[in-house]
């Protein structure tokens, strides 16, 4: 309630870092602050964890 949609489109851009857990821009190849290469979209599903 209150927030604009753009703020969950914004979300959906963000890429979490696996190591640092920095906020990298989607599509990014790697951390911009680690330099780790794995990194995953943020989602809202956390159901669907292992
Ligand atoms: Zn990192």
Redesign the pocket.
């Known amino acids: 309630m209150g927030k604009s949609p753009l703020a969950d489109a914004e979300i959906s851009k963000i890429w979490i870092?696996k190591?640092?857990?920095?906020r990298?821009k989607a599509g990014s190849e790697k951390?911009r602050?680690?330099?780790?290469r794995y990194l995953r979209p943020r989602r809202k599903e956390l159901k669907a964890k292992k």
């Open positions: 870092c190591k640092c857990k920095a990298n951390c602050r680690c330099g780790y």
